[in-house]
C-alpha cells in the first residue's frame, strides 16, 4: 500500500515527509538530468544538504563531497554500498537517495540470515501457479524486479547480514542489467532494467566479517564510508532535532532541554572514543553509541519525564535510559558505565553532572 499522507504514521517514508520540498525542486530544476532520474544531480543534492532560497532543509550531517560521490556513482552502472560504524545515518542515506534519484524509497530489501533469494528477486502466487501455470499474472514482483521494470532504485539493507549465495543473486542484475525469470516463456523470461534503475546497499563495519561479500559483487559497486559526527555542537544540535520531532510526534509538548542534551552527547562522545573531554583515558562500551542511538535516549528522557512527571525530563532519567543502551551487547557494559559515572564526571561542574553522578545508584545491580 503506497504511502500518501503522514497521518497516523510513525515514520513515513522521505518522498512523503518532503513531498513538498521536492515539488519545488522539480519546478526549479533546470539542469541536466541523468536517464530516469527524477531530479537532476544539483536538485538531488540540494534535497539532501538543504537549499536556503527554496526553502529545503538540511536532512544529512555530513561531508557535502560524499553525496556527491554518491549520485555520481548511481548515474554510473555501478552499484553504491554505503559502509560505516552503526547509526551513522547510513540508511537515512540511502531512503534520501533513492527518494530524490526515484521519487521512491520504499523498494527496499532488509537484509538477514533468513532473507532469501525470492524476497529479494520474485516469488509466485501459488494458487494462480496450480491453476495457470507460471504466467505473468501468477509471478509476484519483489523489490529488485520492481527497480528493474520501472527503473528505480533499490535499497539493500545490511547487505553483508545475507548468505554469500543470496548477495551474488546481484551480480547479474548489476552487470549485465538483466534479471532471468526463466519460469516463464518468451520475452517475459528476461526482464531488462529501464533507465534510472540501480541499488545502494548498507553495511556495517562491526558486522562485515559475518557474510563478507565476494570479490566479484565488491567490483560491482562504489563503496562510500560515512563517518560519526566529527563536531560536538553539530550533534548536539542534530540531536535536538531529531528528538524533538520525536517527543511532539509522541505528544509531548515540553521540548528536550538543552542542558540535558549537552551532558547526553558528551557522556556519548566520551563512551564512544575512550577518553574524556580533558584526555584521561578511559573504557570503551562495547555496545555502540552512536548518535541514532543518543536520539533514541534522548527521546526516552522526554517521555519519561512527560508521562511520569509531567516536565521535560532531568539528567537523572539518562542514567535510566542508558541503562538500555549499555546492556545490549555486554553485562561488563554496565560495570563500564557506572566506573565512567563515579570516576570521570566528577572533575566536572553543573548541577546537571551532579544530578547525573548522584543517579548512577539508578543501575541495575548497583
Known amino acids: 500500500m503506497t504511502v500518501t499522507t503522514t497521518a497516523h504514521v510513525q515514520r513515513p517514508p522521505a518522498e512523503v515527509r518532503y513531498a513538498d520540498e521536492l515539488a ?26 538543504g537549499d536556503e532560497k527554496l526553502g529545503v532543509t538540511r536532512k544529512f550531517v555530513g561531508d557535502p563531497s560524499l553525496i556527491d560521490r554518491a549520485l555520481v556513482s548511481l548515474a554510473t552502472s555501478r ?58 499474472r501468477s509471478l509476484v514482483p519483489a523489490p529488485l524486479l520492481r527497480g528493474m521494470a520501472h527503473g528505480q532504485v533499490v535499497r539493500f539493507e545490511e547487505i553483508t547480514r545475507c548468505p554469500l549465495e543470496v548477495q551474488d543473486c546481484l551480480l547479474s542484475p548489476l552487470s549485465d542489467r538483466v534479471l532471468a525469470v526463466p519460469e516463464l516463456p518468451g520475452d517475459g523470461g528476461m526482464v531488462f532494467a529501464k533507465e534510472g534503475f540501480n541499488i545502494i ?72 572514543a575512550g577518553r574524556t573531554a580533558r584526555g584521561d583515558e578511559m573504557e570503551r562500551l562495547s555496545s555502540v553509541m552512536s548518535t541514532a542511538e543518543a536520539v533514541s535516549v534522548a527521546h526516552a528522557v522526554g ?22 543502551t549499555a546492556a545490549k551487547d555486554s553485562p561488563e557494559d554496565l560495570a563500564k558505565l557506572r566506573r565512567y559515572l563515579e570516576q570521570h564526571t566528577s572533575w566536572r561542574n553543573g548541577p546537571q553532572w551532579r544530578e547525573l553522578r548522584d543517579a548512577r545508584r539508578e543501575l541495575p545491580g548497583g
Open 24 to 49: 519545488r525542486l522539480r519546478a526549479a530544476d533546470d539542469a541536466p538530468t541523468p536517464p530516469g532520474w527524477a531530479l537532476s544531480l544539483r536538485a538531488a543534492r540540494a534535497f539532501i544538504v
Open 79 to 136: 552499484g553504491l554500498l554505503l559502509v560505516g560504524d552503526p547509526g551513522t545515518a547510513k540508511s537515512l542515506l540511502s531512503e534520501l537517495l533513492a527518494a530524490a534519484v526515484s521519487g521512491d524509497s520504499t523498494l527496499t530489501i532488509q537484509g538477514g540470515a533468513a532473507t532469501t533469494e525470492d524476497q529479494i528477486k520474485y516469488s509466485w502466487n501459488y494458487a494462480l501457479l496450480v491453476a495457470e501455470g507460471p504466467t505473468e
Open 201 to 272: 546497499a548498507t553495511a556495517n563495519t562491526r558486522d562485515r566479517g559475518v557474510n563478507d561479500m565476494s570479490s566479484a559483487l565488491k567490483r560491482r559497486f562504489n563503496f562510500e564510508t560515512v563517518f560519526p559526527i566529527a563536531d560536538f555542537d553539530t550533534e548536539l544540535s542534530l540531536v535536538e532535532a531529531e528528538a524533538g520531532t520525536l517527543l511532539r510526534r509522541s505528544g509531548v509538548t515540553a521540548p528536550p532541554r538543552r542542558d540535558v542534551l549537552e551532558v547526553l552527547v558528551t557522556a556519548f562522545r566520551e563512551l564512544r
Open 303 to 324: 517521555l519519561r519525564g512527560w508521562f511520569l512527571r509531567g516536565d521535560a525530563g532531568t539528567a537523572a532519567d539518562l542514567v535510566s535510559c542508558l541503562a538500555g
